[in-house]
């Protein structure tokens, strides 16, 4: 989670188009969340098979004694080989308690190329990364305290998944999560939980995978019980969004208005702002740019104006702060690197990983680049999602810049759905957690959001008070995992 935009200007220039230091959303030529000159979907082989693929099953390492030590809580890590030449990357645990009739819900970090070994590690896995790096602590505000956990490397190319990365949207992304899902739920080890009620929980480009996901899951069910697509209906009941990135146009003033004034300090100087506001505002800048993206649908029209705002608004208003945590300034050591520990070749000999995990992968983020996915607009399907009676949550912690609260509630303000309505009525309410205030919520029907206070981009990664870190986030999760609204404890 380590790269620092400022500090590493002058290494920038030394390096190649595209520098990830560690951060989820990568820096190309000194721009965060930047477009390479010549944008290409290419189609790269990483880390071509270093061992025999299963097209269509999955190869299992069970209980390998890594990060969950609780007795009695199974686990197990390996690949789905979705064809000879993509292995999708899993890493599964039981739930702490009642396995059989517990949800279960798969986590997806961003990017677009990042690992969901960040989810694991960082934030809300059974264990969690020691600050030094070194080893990992057994974490009591797992989230499989309550549910069954699935956590997936996606698309093919990302941490230890491996093979052709012809993937450059979350259309495709989707797809290729649903056959997996086939080959999961075949698996007699894994097919008993078919039955249970389903959950997505996604994080920052999230926001795009989560709702388009969930739209084509719901569509894939519609078309199995008609008869058109064989396969396995997903019992699809909870879509989760923290900190994503899901309507552009409703989110970028969010930078604006955020630089210059959040619950912190201000990011950048009042010029910086005015000249990023007419970046925005200008004829034919950034506003114009995303609209135009969103009505024509052209791919080179939306991979310029990701290239331009980002030049123009998100990357300059970040000033010198942490772009996930603006209560520090670069470098940021926390959330602690996964590299070294990640990177042990007696680890992954353990856990069944064959091929080197990165926590972002360039070509995967290039890909997507190329197509301009990220300025396309997901909130359709989100408001499909809701709109289905899916029970979903947007959450969002209020030290993020990246995927800031402001620009995230203007989103949520924008969904068109049955809740619209009873939402604009509501006040926002502490949600109080053992007794404290830890952030403010709104419920409306099956949709909630709740602003975590003290929480950087990855929400279950901090703390607030005197509560433990990532007990909030628990809180949340535990509330609408067992199909309840937010409520104050
Ligand atoms: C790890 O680092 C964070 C951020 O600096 C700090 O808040 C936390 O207390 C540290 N944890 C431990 C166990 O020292
Ligand atoms: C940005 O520009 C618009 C239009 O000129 C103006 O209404 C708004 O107040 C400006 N916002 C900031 C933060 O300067
Ligand atoms: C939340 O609680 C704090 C005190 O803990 C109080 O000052 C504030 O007014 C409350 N906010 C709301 C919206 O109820
Ligand atoms: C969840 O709660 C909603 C609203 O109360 C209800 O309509 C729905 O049937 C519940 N779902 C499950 C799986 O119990």
């Given at each position: 989670?380590l790269f ?5 200007t002058?290494l920038?220039a030394?390096?190649p188009?595209?520098?990830?230091f560690g951060g989820q ?5 000194g721009?965060?969340?930047g477009?390479q000159t010549?944008p290409?979907?290419?189609t ?7 061992a025999?693929?299963t097209?269509?099953?999955?190869r299992v390492v ?7 030590t609780?007795?009695?809580?199974n ?11 993509k ?7 039981e ?8 949800p279960?819900?798969?986590?997806l970090?961003?990017g677009?190329g990042?690992s969901?070994m960040i989810g694991l590690f960082?934030?809300h896995?059974?264990?969690?990364i020691?600050?030094?790096?070194k080893?990992?602590k ?11 956990m699935l ?5 093919v190319g990302?941490?230890?998944?491996y093979?052709t ?6 259309q495709a992304a989707?797809?290729?999560i649903w056959n997996?899902?086939?080959i999961?739920f075949?698996?007699?080890?894994f ?5 249970n009620?389903f959950?997505?929980?996604?994080e ?12 084509y899951?719901?569509?894939q069910?519609?078309a199995?019980?008609?008869?058109s697509?064989s396969?396995l ?8 969004v923290g ?7 409703s989110q970028?003033?969010?930078y ?7 619950p ?9 702002i ?7 505002t200008?004829s034919g800048?950034?506003r114009?740019q995303?609209a ?7 791919q080179?029209?939306?991979?310029e104006?990701q ?9 300059p ?7 996930y945590?603006v ?7 926390y959330?602690?690197a996964?590299?070294?520990y990640?990177?042990?070749s007696?680890?992954?000999k353990k856990?069944g ?8 992968n360039?070509?995967?983020y290039s890909?997507?680049a190329?197509t ?10 989100l408001?499909?999602?809701i709109?289905a009676?899916?029970?979903?949550i947007v ?8 995927l800031?609260?402001h620009g995230?509630?203007a989103?949520?303000d924008a969904?068109q759905?049955q809740f619209?309505a009873?939402?604009a009525?509501?006040?926002f ?5 053992r007794g404290?205030?830890?952030?403010l919520?709104?419920?409306a029907?099956t949709f909630?959001?709740?602003?975590i206070f003290?929480a950087?981009h990855?929400?279950p990664a901090?703390?607030?008070?005197s509560?433990?870190?990532g007990e ?9 995992m067992?199909?309840?609204s937010l409520?104050?404890?």
């Amino acid at each position: 989670m380590l790269f620092r935009l400022s500090a590493f200007t002058a290494l920038l220039a030394a390096l190649p188009a595209v520098s990830v230091f560690g951060g989820q959303v990568p820096v190309v030529n000194g721009v965060l969340g930047g477009v390479q000159t010549t944008p290409k979907v290419k189609t790269d082989v990483i880390n071509a098979a270093p061992a025999a693929t299963t097209p269509g099953k999955l190869r299992v390492v069970e209980n390998s004694g890594i990060c969950e030590t609780t007795p009695g809580v199974n686990q197990a890590s390996g690949y789905g080989d979705l064809a000879s030449d993509k292995s999708i990357w899993f890493w599964f645990f039981e739930s702490r308690s009642n396995p059989d009739t517990a949800p279960l819900t798969i986590w997806l970090n961003g990017g677009p190329g990042s690992s969901s070994m960040i989810g694991l590690f960082q934030e809300h896995g059974p264990c969690r990364i020691t600050n030094d790096s070194k080893s990992v602590k057994l974490n009591p505000n797992s989230w499989n305290q309550v549910s069954n956990m699935l956590y997936i490397d996606q698309p093919v190319g990302v941490g230890f998944s491996y093979g052709t990365t012809d993937v450059g949207t979350s259309q495709a992304a989707a797809e290729d999560i649903w056959n997996f899902l086939q080959i999961f739920f075949k698996d007699t080890r894994f097919s008993k939980y078919q039955k249970n009620d389903f959950a997505l929980w996604t994080e920052s480009y999230g926001g795009h995978y989560g709702p388009t996901f969930a739209a084509y899951f719901l569509d894939q069910n519609a078309a199995i019980a008609k008869g058109s697509v064989s396969g396995l209906p997903i019992n699809l009941k909870v879509l989760g969004v923290g900190d994503g990135l899901t309507d552009p146009l409703s989110q970028y003033p969010g930078y604006i208005s955020y630089a210059a004034s959040n619950p912190y300090h201000a990011l950048v100087s009042q010029s910086v702002i005015t000249r990023a506001n007419t970046s925005f505002t200008r004829s034919g800048g950034c506003r114009d740019q995303i609209a135009q993206c969103d009505s024509t649908g052209d791919q080179d029209v939306c991979s310029e104006a990701q290239s331009f705002c980002n030049n123009n608004i998100l990357s300059p208003l970040a000033g010198n702060y942490d772009v996930y945590y603006v209560l520090t300034r670069n470098p940021d050591p926390y959330p602690p690197a996964l590299d070294t520990y990640l990177g042990s070749s007696a680890l992954m000999k353990k856990i069944g990983a064959q091929s080197s995990w990165e926590e972002t992968n360039d070509d995967v983020y290039s890909n997507f680049a190329a197509t301009g996915d990220w300025m396309t607009n997901s909130r359709p399907n989100l408001e499909k999602v809701i709109k289905a009676g899916v029970r979903t949550i947007v959450y969002d912690g209020d030290a993020d810049y990246i995927l800031n609260f402001h620009g995230v509630e203007a989103m949520v303000d924008a969904l068109q759905t049955q809740f619209t309505a009873t939402y604009a009525k509501q006040q926002f309410a502490n949600f109080t957690v053992r007794g404290q205030a830890a952030g403010l919520f709104k419920n409306a029907g099956t949709f909630s959001y709740v602003r975590i206070f003290g929480a950087g981009h990855e929400v279950p990664a901090y703390t607030h008070g005197s509560l433990s870190t990532g007990e909030a986030a628990l809180q949340m999760f535990s509330q609408i995992m067992s199909n309840s609204s937010l409520h104050a404890t």
